[in-house]
């Protein structure tokens, strides 16, 4: 039997469940092979859903119409996202440090959703989905995500 697990460190579902299944593997007391590798990039259909939800999100949160958003009301939000991500739960990954050299200043700043692998991608997500169900703003999941998310659940 073959079955992947996608774990992801923030969640405690997701580690005990994989610790339980490698427990019960070892218990069993038949040879098994593990390959354990990071997440990719965040996927394209990922970061086209997270923009669908931050364009909904914006629409209710600026009291515009979709059409009438511009670029900057998604970016404040997607920054807002972040920002609000990051106090809550710290997450690395959220941010890199930059230095300017000449001067000698240091700063952390936030990092482009591009730069997230797909395991962090899917974790803001999840942030976002509930922060938004929070404010009674209902986002769908579809597509990849549901089946990353379905995968972590199941």
């Known amino acids: 039997m073959k079955k992947e697990y996608v774990v992801i460190p923030a969640r405690q579902d997701t580690v005990d469940e994989f610790l339980r299944a490698i427990s019960d593997q070892i218990d069993s007391k038949e040879a098994f092979k593990v390959t354990v590798s990071g997440l990719s990039g965040g996927s394209l259909p ?4 997270l923009h669908i939800w931050v364009r909904e999100y914006a629409a209710i949160y600026f009291r515009k119409h979709k059409k009438a958003l511009t670029g900057d ?17 710290g997450w690395d990954f959220l941010t890199k440090k930059v230095t300017n050299h000449d001067l000698g200043i ?11 692998s797909k395991g962090e991608l899917y ?24 089946n990353l998310k379905d995968q972590s659940m199941s």
């Open 73 to 89: 009301d998604e970016t404040d939000i997607k920054v807002m996202m972040k920002q609000k991500a990051y106090k809550e739960y």
């Open 106 to 116: 240091s700063a952390h700043i936030l990092k482009s959703i591009a730069e997230y």
């Open 46 to 49: 990922q970061k086209a859903l």
């Open 123 to 146: 974790m803001f997500m999840e942030f976002v989905q509930a922060y938004c169900a929070t404010q009674g703003v209902i986002l769908e999941s579809s597509g990849e995500y549901q």
